[in-house]
């Protein structure tokens, strides 16, 4: 499950994310001292930072997790395109896909096209 992540471009973007999260919480924290935001006391900043802390390690995860699955899909068409696989899937319409080049397509009727309504 934890084969060929990247966890050096994950732990870069979540950083990013955890950047921007404390520097929100900062700005709201001075634009509104009042609120639910405020970072006044010692124990208030130590658990914004713990949760920092814990989203950081929770966004590497799920961004190493998606990062895996975006190059897997990326690979999967080039994969398909070596000439050794479509010899091998059997599948026809690629090997007559050449041979019609050039030429109208067999698999629509003529007969529709010409009918006038």
Same mark, same amino acid.
């Given at each position: 499950?934890?084969?060929?992540?990247?966890?050096?471009? !994950? @732990?870069?973007?979540?950083? +990013?994310?955890?950047? *921007? &999260?404390?520097?929100?919480?900062?700005?709201?924290? /001075?634009?509104?001292?009042?609120?639910?935001?405020?970072?006044?006391?010692?124990?208030?900043?130590?658990?914004?930072?713990?949760? !920092? @802390?814990?989203?950081?390690? +929770?966004?590497?995860? *799920? &961004?190493?997790?998606?990062?895996?699955?975006?190059? /897997?899909?990326?690979?999967?068409?080039?994969?398909?395109?070596?000439?050794?696989?479509?010899?091998?899937?059997?599948?026809?319409?690629?090997?007559?896909?050449?041979?019609?080049?050039?030429?109208?397509?067999?698999?629509?009727?003529?007969?529709?096209? /010409?009918?006038?309504?």
């Amino acid at each position: 499950m934890f084969e060929g992540l990247k966890w050096k471009s !994950a @732990a870069r973007r979540s950083a +990013i994310v955890i950047a *921007i &999260y404390l520097g929100l919480l900062y700005v709201l924290s /001075r634009a509104f001292p009042g609120s639910n935001f405020s970072l006044d006391s010692r124990p208030q900043i130590i658990s914004l930072l713990i949760n !920092a @802390a814990l989203f950081f390690f +929770i966004f590497t995860f *799920i &961004y190493a997790l998606i990062e895996r699955s975006r190059e /897997r899909r990326m690979a999967e068409p080039t994969k398909q395109k070596k000439p050794g696989k479509s010899a091998k899937s059997g599948d026809d319409s690629e090997t007559n896909a050449p041979s019609l080049k050039g030429r109208p397509n067999p698999n629509t009727s003529r007969r529709k096209s /010409r009918r006038r309504r």
